[in-house]
């Protein structure tokens, strides 16, 4: 099983639509995790931290599985902004590294 | 602008030369990350430094890479011999504590073109 492994793309949606990232992990000694997003091989940026169970930041809402070791992205009412690649972040050790998912890219159509 | 700064923001260089990325992080931040991306793959991992000391460098091919943080100036990392396979974008990323309680905060990258 890959360290962190996401949904493959892209998704294609129309502005408006409620739209899903999906992403596993393998290591279960981790306790934080993140979505990071990145415009056009940007920099990436944090977008959400996911502790608990889950979280939810206006439109945005994460949701973290530990028993599956899965986290989910939801994203509702799309705008044409937020078409990006979106990177699922698990921390490999306690204060190490990061690993990053290969990404989920998404475009919203008007 | 107090963010991650790195230079160049893109290096040409011929088979067999040198390529040095420098990387400045936040003020403040102590752990400094290096990270490839290749053209249509996601981020790997390749060296966590603090302050004269390197703390996980397994993500660094075994040969012709090299990271440093010295005390004073910015984080180099030092590519040797360039092929063109290393081609890539170089993103440094810098935290002030633990990143499984932080932030990362990345520098816009440096390209490096092998030709």
């Known amino acids: 099983r890959k360290e962190v492994e996401q949904d493959p793309g892209p998704f294609n949606v129309p502005e408006g639509a409620t739209v899903a990232f999906n992403c596993t992990y393998s290591n279960s000694a981790s306790q934080s995790f993140f979505w990071y997003r990145q415009d056009c091989r940007k920099e990436p940026k944090l977008l959400m931290s996911?502790?608990?169970s889950g979280n939810e930041d206006g439109r945005f809402t994460a949701q973290l599985n530990r028993a599956s070791q899965y986290i989910s992205l939801l994203i509702r009412d799309s705008k044409l902004s937020d078409s990006a690649t979106y990177l699922c972040?698990?921390?490999?050790?306690?204060?190490?590294?990061?690993?990053f998912g290969q990404g989920t890219e998404l475009s919203v159509k008007p | 602008n107090a963010g991650v700064m790195q230079n160049p923001r893109h290096l040409v260089r011929r088979r067999g030369q040198e390529a040095r990325l420098r990387c400045s992080p936040m003020?403040?931040?102590?752990?400094v990350y290096w990270y490839r991306q290749l053209p249509e793959e996601g981020l790997k991992f390749m060296v966590y430094l603090q302050k004269e000391n390197i703390i996980d460098e397994s993500g660094m091919p075994k040969e012709r890479f090299s990271a440093e943080f010295p005390k004073e100036g910015p984080s180099i990392l030092r590519i040797q011999q360039v092929v063109r396979g290393d081609s890539a974008a170089y993103f440094c990323a810098s935290s002030h504590s633990r990143v499984d309680t932080g932030e990362l905060f990345f520098g816009e990258g440096s390209r490096l073109t092998v030709l």
């Open positions: 996911v502790y608990s």
């Open positions: 972040v698990v921390p490999y050790n306690q204060g190490g590294k990061l690993i």
């Open positions: 003020k403040g931040h102590s752990h």
